[in-house]
């Protein structure tokens, strides 16, 4: 999904957040919104166009990815993907 010209930026964050707190699986509302909420306001348009892109994939297989049950190999985004893994872990760590 990319942004159009007509969608202004505070809008388009929040829709990102929204998506990544509800996505119907708690543990990637956990996951992904924790780490939307710590980066989406430094991301740039390519990136927030990659992270949205990247929200359109099922749970199932984002959990997956992210905890290291599938391999990145043929993942989209698999730099994105790693940040967000280390993301989680840090904040697992700090716990």
Same mark, same amino acid.
């Given at each position: 999904m990319?942004? %159009?010209?007509?969608e !202004?930026?505070?809008d ?8 990544a707190?509800?996505r119907g699986?708690?543990?990637?509302d956990?996951?992904?919104g ?8 430094s991301? !740039?348009?390519? =990136?927030?166009?990659?992270? =949205?892109?990247?929200?359109?994939? %099922? $749970?199932? $297989?984002l959990? !997956?990815?992210i905890?290291?049950?599938?391999p990145? $190999? $043929?993942?989209?985004f ?11 872990q =840090?904040?697992?760590d !700090?716990?």
């Amino acid at each position: 999904m990319t942004s %159009t010209k007509r969608e !202004n930026l505070p809008d388009r964050l929040k829709k990102i957040c929204y998506r990544a707190h509800h996505r119907g699986t708690q543990e990637m509302d956990i996951i992904l919104g924790g780490y939307v909420d710590d980066v989406v306001s430094s991301l !740039n348009d390519g =990136e927030l166009d990659d992270l =949205e892109t990247l929200m359109s994939e %099922t $749970d199932a $297989d984002l959990y !997956n990815w992210i905890i290291g049950k599938t391999p990145l $190999d $043929d993942a989209p985004f698999p730099d994105l993907l790693r940040a967000i893994t280390k993301h989680q872990q =840090e904040r697992v760590d !700090n716990t």
